[in-house]
């Protein structure tokens, strides 16, 4: 009789101890999610007071064009397309002297940086205006680099409009004044659905990195003033 109590209080209490931590869990959880869905918001907020059109946005000392997917022939993707083709549409206004292409070119089998500076020089475009970022892994390493290796103070940064608030943020909190041109010119398909859902995540990152953190790119090295030659960043 009395083992059956013990066990029968035992029981109560389990249910008592997993219901309050239940509860627990579910709160922490939902301050979690709120606080995710908060700075999401913040950054979201931030970048988009400097989104400009073409005829609206100052000139600058170099248009950013950040990397994207490049096909094992050299072909870049669609969205890497539309970004390219906008910054060419800006500097061809004069909107700025010189382009960064800022993109993966950490393997020797996957080289973003040549394909977007080869795009750019067919649409004739002097090597020398061209500079490449081969260590741009990241949108904020990318700003960060044109900041610190560049030497750029003043840029117009080239992505897609679900992209570009995260890179403009990134920027202004590294220091540099920072404006963005959205390149959407095509639907881009179900693909941007997770796009989407990833730039959550991506923002609340690069908001403990460049408000907080502040951690070096995986690369600094020598400056490559960008009011130079181009064709010092050259690989090839």
């Given at each position: 009789?009395?083992?059956?109590?013990?066990?029968?209080?035992?029981?109560?209490?389990?249910?008592?101890?997993?219901?309050?931590?239940?509860?627990v869990?579910?709160?922490v959880?939902?301050?979690?999610?709120?606080?995710v869905?908060?700075?999401?918001?913040?950054?979201?907020?931030?970048?988009?007071?400097?989104i400009l059109?073409?005829?609206t946005?100052?000139t600058?000392d170099?248009?950013?064009?950040?990397g994207?997917?490049?096909?094992?022939?050299?072909?870049?993707?669609?969205?890497?397309?539309?970004?390219?083709?906008?910054g060419?549409e800006?500097?061809?206004?004069?909107?700025?002297?010189?382009?960064?292409?800022?993109?993966?070119?950490?393997r020797?089998?996957?080289?973003?940086?040549?394909?977007?500076?080869?795009f750019?020089?067919?649409?004739?475009?002097?090597?020398q205006?061209?500079?490449?970022?081969?260590?741009?892994?990241s949108t904020?390493?990318?700003?960060?680099?044109?900041r610190?290796?560049?030497?750029?103070?003043?840029?117009?940064?080239?992505?897609?409009?679900y992209?570009?608030?995260r890179a403009?943020?990134?920027a202004?909190?590294?220091g540099?004044?920072?404006?963005?041109?959205?390149s959407?010119?095509h639907?881009?398909g179900?693909?941007?659905?997770?796009?989407?859902?990833?730039?959550?995540?991506?923002?609340?990152k690069?908001?403990?990195w460049?408000?907080?953190?502040?951690?070096?790119?995986?690369?600094?090295?020598?400056t490559?003033?960008?009011f130079?030659?181009?064709?010092?960043?050259?690989d090839?």
């Amino acid at each position: 009789m009395i083992e059956k109590r013990n066990k029968s209080n035992f029981i109560t209490f389990l249910k008592r101890y997993l219901k309050k931590f239940i509860v627990v869990l579910l709160a922490v959880l939902a301050i979690l999610f709120a606080s995710v869905m908060a700075v999401n918001i913040y950054v979201e907020r931030m970048g988009t007071k400097y989104i400009l059109d073409q005829n609206t946005v100052p000139t600058a000392d170099a248009i950013l064009i950040l990397g994207a997917y490049v096909y094992p022939d050299g072909t870049t993707s669609s969205m890497l397309t539309d970004r390219l083709t906008v910054g060419y549409e800006l500097y061809k206004e004069g909107k700025a002297p010189k382009i960064v292409v800022s993109g993966d070119h950490g393997r020797k089998e996957y080289d973003e940086v040549n394909a977007m500076k080869n795009f750019l020089k067919d649409k004739g475009v002097p090597s020398q205006d061209i500079f490449m970022d081969h260590a741009g892994f990241s949108t904020y390493e990318s700003v960060y680099r044109a900041r610190d290796i560049f030497q750029i103070h003043k840029v117009i940064i080239v992505t897609q409009d679900y992209h570009l608030m995260r890179a403009i943020f990134s920027a202004r909190e590294l220091g540099l004044e920072a404006y963005g041109i959205p390149s959407d010119r095509h639907d881009y398909g179900q693909a941007m659905k997770m796009y989407r859902l990833r730039e959550i995540a991506a923002r609340n990152k690069d908001f403990l990195w460049a408000k907080l953190l502040k951690p070096k790119p995986t690369f600094l090295g020598d400056t490559i003033p960008v009011f130079g030659d181009g064709r010092v960043t050259d690989d090839k």
